[in-house]
């Protein structure tokens, strides 16, 4: 493939790179915070004021990204990174920290946060043929994964050791921080090496675009509100509710989730790979729809299993499919818009799945308080998952990406602008 083959392995080391300082950062950046003296109220505000920015960050640069240059958009994301964590270690300051926290790249969850992904996939389809897009976009998944899993591990063990080597646990933690300030670093050079061949290839600059959209805008909208409710409907089972779920029923000791959930982890990070062959099998739209909809009806029968062990089979089972829609349904993003429109189409369809899930996890925390309402949020949860597999099996059953047809949102009956 040439230079292609080169700018692949620099979206790969990105990927990684970056989830590796995600996941390094997320397991002690609460306690940094709050051995700086802050309150427990106030460490919670900087989180949530961290996701906030990201997103804002996130839809503005990636909407300007296909015009202005994609690794110009990347480059700034990573100087974000470098001054988010240059701040935070060097400064006990309220509001500078808010400030940081605000308009810098920061991952409290551990989660792909900020411009990246939605201009790396758009980069990645620039320079994959139709035919690999999906299988790439499996690997890619899996190499952050892999990563996050890798950096939060390693950041445990570097706390552990500074301590025990007689570094005051503070400073051990900032040593985290400063880190996560030098990959951002790293990635800036990362992202100078890549070629003109990942940017946004010549179109019309006259067409009018709103949120860096034009041909392809009702469609990439109405994916997004679809994706919103995945989002929303997912985000009532996120790992540590479903963890808070299992020890109050079952009482399971901390040592045992950590297994059960590196295993479930593991399975939904290897079944994107088996979700490539089966897309290139039966299409992109019918493998996001017939592996999410078993993966959901296995999520709206575990609270109605009798034991801890068939409670942990349904899980691994559901674990071993429900994640095949996620490199299928950023290949399909990808491939059924304009080239010009790609970046802002994960960007905006990126950002409308953080706003669909914001709300979620306080609404089911609330109904697993009630010891008679604990099982609710599953059926919620997989009920609106598949409402949501039933939308877009409906709505965009007939829009093929390239490999499947010629067809793609800008052609499609019904899909022009304005329409």
Not at 311 to 318: G, Q, S
Not at 402 to 419: D, K, L, W, Y
Request: hydrophobic residues 50%.
């Amino acid at each position: 493939m040439g230079r292609p083959r080169a700018d692949l392995l620099l979206l790969f080391s990105s990927r990684a790179l970056r989830l590796f300082g995600y996941g390094f950062l997320s397991v002690n950046l609460a306690l940094y915070l709050s051995g700086l003296g802050l309150a427990t109220g106030t460490v919670g505000g900087l989180l949530s004021l961290a996701l906030l920015g990201d997103v804002v960050l996130s839809l503005l640069l990636t909407t300007s990204a296909d015009r202005m240059g994609r690794r110009r958009m990347l480059r700034i994301g990573a100087l974000l990174m470098v001054f988010a964590g240059v701040v935070l270690a060097s400064t006990t300051t309220p509001w500078l920290i808010g400030a940081a926290a605000l308009v810098g790249v920061l991952s409290p969850s551990g989660n792909e946060v900020g411009p990246f992904l939605s201009i790396e996939q758009a980069a990645l389809t620039q320079i994959t043929p139709d035919r690999l897009r999906t299988r790439l976009f499996a690997w890619y998944n899996l190499a952050g994964s892999l990563a996050t899993a890798l950096g939060a591990l390693l950041s445990g063990l570097m706390i552990s050791g500074l301590v025990a080597a007689s570094a005051d646990r503070q400073g051990a933690y900032r040593s985290t921080i400063v880190v996560y300030a030098l990959i951002g670093v790293c990635l800036e050079l990362i992202f100078w090496l890549l070629s003109p061949s990942v940017e946004t290839p010549p179109s019309d600059a006259a067409a009018p675009r709103r949120l860096g959209l034009h041909r392809s805008r009702p469609a990439v909208l109405r994916l997004s509100g679809l994706f919103a409710l995945d989002a929303f409907a997912g985000a009532f089972l996120i790992q540590s509710l479903l963890a808070y779920w299992m020890t109050t029923r079952f009482s399971v000791p901390p040592a045992t989730l950590g297994g059960i959930f590196f295993a479930a982890n593991l399975l939904a990070g290897f079944s994107g790979l088996i979700a490539g062959r089966l897309a290139q099998r039966f299409g992109l739209i019918n493998t996001m729809v017939f592996t999410h909809l078993p993966s959901n009806i296995l999520l709206m029968l575990v609270p109605l299993m009798p034991s801890l062990s068939t409670t942990v089979a349904t899980l691994l089972l559901r674990f071993s499919i429900s994640q095949m829609d996620v490199p299928t349904r950023q290949s399909y993003t990808m491939a059924v818009v304009a080239p010009d429109e790609r970046a802002a189409a994960a960007g905006v369809t990126n950002t409308a799945r953080s706003l669909g899930a914001l709300v979620s996890p306080a609404l089911s925390a609330q109904l697993m308080a009630v010891p008679g309402l604990a099982a609710v949020p599953f059926f919620v949860s997989g009920g609106l998952k598949i409402v949501y597999d039933v939308l877009i099996y409906r709505g965009f059953r007939g829009v093929k990406p390239p490999e499947e047809t010629s067809q793609t949102f800008s052609e499609a009956p019904g899909f022009q602008q304005g329409r």
